[in-house]
Nanobody, 111 residues
Framework: QVQLVESGGGLVQPGGSLRLSCSAPGSIFSNNAMGWYRQTPGKQRDLVAGITVDGRPVYGDSAKGRFTIFRDDAENTMYLQMNSLKPEDTAVYYC?????WGQGTLVTISS
């Protein structure tokens, strides 16, 4: 079973920033699409941002203009830089590489 390792969640005040990271085995990192989803209780898991197989970033409406997704191929790690955070960004954030999911990391935006 492929294991992804997420980190970077936490409690931040509105307007603050966080960077999430997701590390994956090199065997899957190089050849797959990848991305970040988020989920709040009772709701579906929604796309935040992704990187297509050909390296193109895509963003959900909630992330446009505030979040940046990028990858470090040397480290087999994907990142999500989140700026100008809002309380409505509070959620568990999951990374996905290919069809493998991370364990989720909680992001809480509150004063």
């Amino acid at each position: 079973q492929v294991q992804l390792v997420e980190s970077g969640g936490g409690l931040v005040q509105p307007g603050g920033s966080l960077r999430l990271s997701c590390s994956a085995p090199g065997s899957i990192f190089s050849n797959n699409a990848m991305g970040w989803y988020r989920q709040t209780p009772g709701k579906q898991r929604d796309l935040v941002a992704g990187i297509t197989v050909d390296g193109r970033p895509v963003y959900g409406d909630s992330a446009k203009g505030r979040f940046t997704i990028f990858r470090d191929d040397a480290e087999n790690t994907m990142y999500l830089q989140m700026n100008s955070l809002k309380p409505e960004d509070t959620a568990v954030y999951y990374c996905i590489v290919g069809d493998a999911w991370g364990q989720g990391t909680l992001v809480t935006i509150s004063s």
